[in-house]
């Protein structure tokens, strides 16, 4: 009998013993050893944007350098539209959502974001001339008529909607060219977007038909300014926390500003608060 039991209890001991051998390892060791990261993106400017074959943008420039120096060097990507990432994350179709995407409350109950990487505000592109004398999400909330074409997903739904434009107002569309299109089609009257996103999409558009707002008021609604910031799975938070230490030191010794300004933003204009934390946003304290 004391022979049976004593082998129950190596049985048990060696089935405990593989049982924490084959348990997974975590995100960051997985990286780690392979070298790679993949990072989910919307093709949107300046924050991350594929160009004849090469990943660019700001927040695809602040997400290697931090990964670098975790000691993955390799970057993989997985393009999807805006309002596809957060789900393409947890189904685990790639590591980190790298696509300047604006910290919210209610996002942050489904990812988990680093701590902020930029600041950015709004604008407003609309026909030439302006005829309908935009200058603001009230002025179309004023307007029953105006059709605003605005990229599914976008923080800047619920910014309209929050400053009283009704959603039969608002066209959704895939992305940002698409929004682009349909005021150049007249499917819409304007478009609206983070202002570095839809200046830069004005340009490539390369036409004299339509005209970004200068003098667009920014809206007085509860997410502007936005602070965008890399996102990652909520179980992920070894992974989280040394991204975040990696992060703080490269906005002490000013690579996050370098990288910024390299990518078209302004140090005075975008660079985050000190006081701005992802905890702050996510409690919607600011």
Known sequence: MKKLLLTSILFLAV?????????????????????????????????????????????????????????????????????????????????VITAGMAIKPDRCENVAFGEPEMMYGEGLIVQKGNPLQLESYEDIANNPEVIIAVMQGATENDFLKNSGVDPDQILSVPDIPASIAAVQSGRADATTGTEFTIKDALASANTDELEFVETFEQPDVEGVPSYGASAFNLDDEELLEAYNEVLAELKADGTVAELLEKNGFSEQMNMVPDDITTAKVCNGEV
């Open 15 to 95: 089935g405990f013993l593989a049982a924490c051998g084959s348990e997974e390892e975590s995100k960051l060791a997985k990286l780690q050893d392979e070298g790679k990261v993949t990072i989910g993106f919307a093709n949107e400017k300046p924050y991350a944007y594929e160009e004849n074959g090469e990943l660019k943008g700001a927040a695809v420039d602040i997400a290697k350098a931090v990964f670098q120096e975790l000691g993955v060097e390799e970057v993989d990507s997985e393009l999807l539209e805006f309002g596809q990432l957060i789900s393409g994350l947890n189904a685990g179709q790639f590591d």
